[in-house]
């Protein structure tokens, strides 16, 4: 069931009038009927890879329960039997991590692991089923805070599955903490219309980026992409700018439908963008986009693995015999490497996107070391590090490395992606994108205005965000009339401008198979 159709429209109206009709204490019952119904409408086969991470991950919460209840019941000086049951504890958790991500790498990376080693492909296709990583990525993450003893493991099974299979964001996420959306997922709530209203704004501002925009711009980026060796260098450096432009609106368009349906329900799920358009570095790119999965990333992969003993080790050595810079960043270098290494493969098994993962942390590598040099060189030139156009080019300095990123990302392979690299600087042909060629792409002069208008709103929507101002605020303090047209009038335009003909049909979101 698409966000973008009208039986999802339907299903969350009804949902929400059964939610709120019903007791406080059961509503969380609701919620879970419309959720496991929302998955069933992707199909019964994809029910069973839900059910699997489920009943794992419940069972290894409760299992780690019972075992550090066991050794907090043990004394203090039987360090035997304690050391014992830590051990075991490690095992659950080495357990569940090889049960769901083996299941994650056997869909998603199997077929490209016989063509690597140059062995005979499965007899059987394995589903792709919707959002898999999403939720895989959030029940783990409750297993390792379990075992961490951040929390105790959730006793109710179904609560937990409401937990795992939370409608709104099994599309593509946010990536949500257990207790930060557990909780709010089993509190009975009453009717709250001004959390309708802000749900329905937020959600109305995604629906414009993803239908009026995104949806727009994809068109030029298939037509270019599908046919790449047609074009010249101005056409392809066009093409992958609105590649940017509708990854973006499309991504975070639709995690704003997301927090926007779940906060109709009263339920406040976590923050994903955090304008990332104004981002001054590649590090700071990355903690403003896709936030939860860069929070995840963070507190399982990268800490565990900088503060582990044998990374200790390697520090002190690199620190003993090699001088300057480069010998204290080597540990947590491997471990920066290691998370874009996995964020590069969470994208495919391909190779372009381990190259998009190592020029990643390549950069924010080179950053680190040359951070001395860049401070003496801005004293040397007397460069006010607060000032406007100081920000205005590290901003642009991102940009473009964001945008070299881009072509490995959505081009068909490494070559076509260095080929297309080539042509961007060796064959402008810059005319092309005034004589007439940018229109025989697939969008008409009016649809351009429209993405080019739409993109200035986001723009300006965003500076005034990142300037500090609250848009909710501001309307709060306005008459209801005027809160009521914010949701309206964007509802206007989407009902005008997010179609492109009676024959067009609204493309998924691009991460909704990840």
Known sequence: MSFTSGTFLVFVLAALAAYYLTPKRYQWIILLIASYGFYLTGGVGAMGYLLFTTLTTWLAGRVLGALSDRRKALPKEDKVRQERIKRRKKW????????????????????????????????????????????????VGYVIDCYRGKYPPEKNLAKFALFVSFFPQMVQGPISRFGDL????????????????????????????????????????????????????????????????????????????????????????????????????????????????????????????????PLARLGKWTRRHIKGKLGKIIPTSIATFTVYFFIGIWHGAELRYFLFGFWNGGIITASLLLEGWFQRWREGLRIKTDSLPWKLFQMARTWALVFL??????????????????MTVLDPEVAALWDGRMLALG???????????????????ELYQERGGHIRIAL????????????????AVIVVLGAMGGDYIAPGFIYQQY
């Not at 769901?100 to 063509?115: E, H, I, P, Q, S």
């Not at 009975?188 to 009026?212: E, S």
């Not at 205005?449 to 709103?457: M, Q, R």
């Not at 709060?476 to 509802?491: K, S």
Request: hydrophobic letters at 50%; charged letters at 15%.
């Open 92 to 139: 659950v958790v080495l357990a569940i991590l090889l049960a769901n991500f083996g299941l994650l790498y056997a869909v998603k990376y199997l077929d490209f692991t016989a063509d690597l080693l140059h062995l005979p492909r499965p007899g059987f296709e394995l589903l792709l089923p919707l959002g898999l990583s999403f939720y895989m990525f959030q029940s």
């Open 182 to 309: 557990a909780p709010q997922l089993t509190a009975g709530k009453g009717f709250d219309a001004d959390q309708v209203k802000y749900g329905i704004q937020l959600a109305m501002w995604g629906y414009f980026k993803k239908l009026v925009i995104s949806d727009r711009a994809g068109v030029i980026v298939a037509t270019v992409f599908g046919n790449y060796t047609q074009y010249r260098g101005a056409m392809i450096f066009a093409a992958v700018l609105f590649y940017c432009i509708q990854l973006y609106c499309d991504f975070s368009g639709g995690i704003d439908i997301t927090r926007g349906v779940a906060q109709m329900f009263g339920i406040h799920l976590a923050e994903n963008f955090r304008r990332p358009l104004f981002a001054t570095s590649l590090a700071d790119y990355w903690r403003r986009w896709h936030i939860t999965l860069g929070q995840w990333m963070r507190d399982y992969v990268f800490y565990p693995m900088s503060l582990s003993k």
């Open 405 to 422: 990123g881009r072509y490995l990302t959505r081009a068909g392979s490494v070559s076509s992606a260095l080929w297309m690299m080539k």
């Open 443 to 461: 969008l008409n002069g009016w649809d351009m205005a429209v993405v080019f208008l739409g993109v200035a709103v986001v723009l300006a929507v």
């Open 476 to 491: 709060e303090r306005r008459h209801w009339a005027v809160q009521w047209l914010a949701i309206l009038i964007p509802l």
